[in-house]
């Protein structure tokens, strides 16, 4: 997993609500046995025709806006648990998914990934996209270390909440997976001590 | 301290918890795998070069990818071809039991799990694969995970997690006529919303939920995901347990005393506290339709389409009815339907092939509707044949296929062509859900067949009325089922 310190860049705003993950990657697409080349087929069917030509309004088709950070609708992310939404977004060139609120499967795939879903209140949400949409050159500032949203032309930084470990692992570009091989002594020990086994 | 069900089951299965975090290494009893979310698992564990931590606890069949035509010959898609037979392959190199397509068992995940006893109460299950949450019918920790969770427990049988907060969900009093477990839980959705149960693990309690059949608790805890929430589950109890005796990875013998008697133990405390709580009336639920693009976008299906949305809503709202043909305070009736759709993890089982079967006998599809059923594993398939279940839908019209997760999710070639209206008994009603542009209403069984005999959307209370005085819905127990295996 790549590591995540500090990210600066102009961002795409999509103001829609309950994006679920069909929409970011739709399960005709889910064919494939690796995780690569997701990105292509990212909001598929909202950004390409039946044809596949791209559709001249949708938000990443329109030249307007660009970056590395996507600014989405809240509960961003939900239904399926296919981890291949997070992977479609981080392939095409995403870094941060900003939300007011998030599916929490796709919370958790996100961060298995690299891609730090940051979750701000419905009110900086709006004013954000509010800016971004007035100005698309706007350059956010996300400081994972610090744990803030810089916003230029806002007095205030905006703080986001993470979970220690997970913001360690992202720094680190850790996975849980080493964390976890590491207890085997203690789940055998788990196991052995367990009152009731399947 | 007084405990809820979450709170003993999750106790029970933590390793450890990490000092300062709000995080605990969680052990998995049961792990379920498909074709579609594995293969990338696999190679990460094979790359790290880790073997299978519990190779005995992983079960895997083949569902998502597959055709419900011909199942018997080889897979003509390249691709879908390739991914079940990546399945085919991962499960032999690692020796891992599959049921893949032709075995006896082979089935939707979440119905083939339950239906051989591998589900059971206490324990904690896992897939990757949303709905998961079906098997907390049983009292039972299940949920879906991501790619990366499935190499985790593949490698170590455990996940570091966050107990997530309790919610529970109160429904008490008889339902009407009519109103299936299906119902019940559109209806819970409707009123959560789509986000509604984020951040939660719901226990579904009162006597309503007491009242139904494992098949009907399955639909409801299915669908938990659908408000947004971590899982479902019911108490496990003497419905429980009759269900699950004599299935074949049920305990046997004395472990099965012993188990009744550690299964008898899982309910919530009466005095336990929930982080939420929410009651309904059962008497307020009617038959419902989904009428949007998120599956809280349900109702009555006598009712208007709502128009009080707030502000900040009704942009999506908006867009939402538009991608459906729809207008705010339309009402449902009378819309004409070019699809029905019966299947899915949700509505799969014999009780809901029956329940379409005792509907549909004697009567003929309208012929401008394409009816398909497909059943959840190769038992229902096997169980319906055998009581002629097949026959009925044959002369109904209705197309009784082989089977597999289908045009739920539309990855295979069972799609709704766009534009097209499709009844259907799944659980997603999203944007190009069942294929690009198709639009899916979500109703129940019951529902489903009188829209396909009628060719539009009616107000079945008023035909139950009419039709027959004879109780149709399936929220009271069953005649005792005929055992499945």
Known sequence: MEKFEVLQSTAVPLPIENIDTDQIIPARFLKATSREGFGENLFRDWRFDNAGQPKADFVMNTGRYSGQILVAGKNFGCGSSREHAAWAIYDAGFKVVISSFFADIFKGNALNNGLLPLQVSDEVLARLLGQIEEDPQTTLVVDLVKQELQVPAWEEKIPFEIDAYKKECLINGYDDIDYLVNQKDAIEQYEKSRPWAY | MAKTLLDKIWAAHVVKSIPGGGLDVFYIDRHLIHEVTSPQAFDEIEHRG?????????????????????????????????????????????????????????????????????????MTIVCGDSHTSTHGAFGAIAFGIGTSQVAQVMASQTLLLSKPKSMRITVEGEVKNGVTA?????????????????????????????????????????????????????????????YLKGRPFAP?????????????TLYTDEDATFDKEFFFDAQDIAPMITFGTNPGMGMAINEVIPTDVPASEVASYNKSLNYMGFQPGESLLGKEIQYVFIGSCTNSRIEDLRQVAKFVQGKRKAPHVEAIIVPGSKHVEKQAIEEGIDKVLAEAG??????????????????????????STSNRNFEGRQGPGSRTLLASPLVAAITAVEGKIVDITQYLNESSGSRLGMTKQYEEAEQLL
Request: aromatic residues 8%; proline residues 5%; glycine residues 10%.
């Open chain 2, 50 to 122: 880790l073997p299978l931590f519990r190779k005995e606890q992983i079960v895997a069949t083949a569902d998502h990818n597959v055709p419900t035509k011909n199942q018997h010959l080889p897979i003509e898609e390249p691709l879908s071809r390739f991914q079940v037979d990546k399945l085919t392959e991962n499960c032999a190199k690692h020796n891992i039991e599959l049921y893949g397509l032709g075995h006896e068992n082979q089935g939707i995940v979440h119905v083939m799990g339950p239906e051989l006893g591998l589900t059971q109460p206490g």
């Open chain 2, 252 to 264: 046997q013998g004395e472990r099965w005393e012993q188990a009744v008697d550690y299964w008898s």
């Open chain 2, 182 to 242: 299906k119902d019940i839980i559109l209806y819970v959705i409707s009123k959560l919303g789509t986000g509604g149960a984020t951040g939660y693990f719901v226990e579904y309690a009162g006597s309503a939920f007491r009242a139904l059949s494992m098949e009907g608790r399955m639909t409801v805890c299915n669908m938990s995901i659908e408000m947004g929430a971590r899982g479902g589950m019911i108490a496990p109890d003497q419905t429980t347990f009759e």
């Open chain 2, 398 to 423: 209705f197309e009784l296929r082989e089977p597999g997760c289908s045009a739920c999710l539309a990855m295979n070639e069972d799609k709704i062509p766009a534009g097209a209206y499709c009844v």
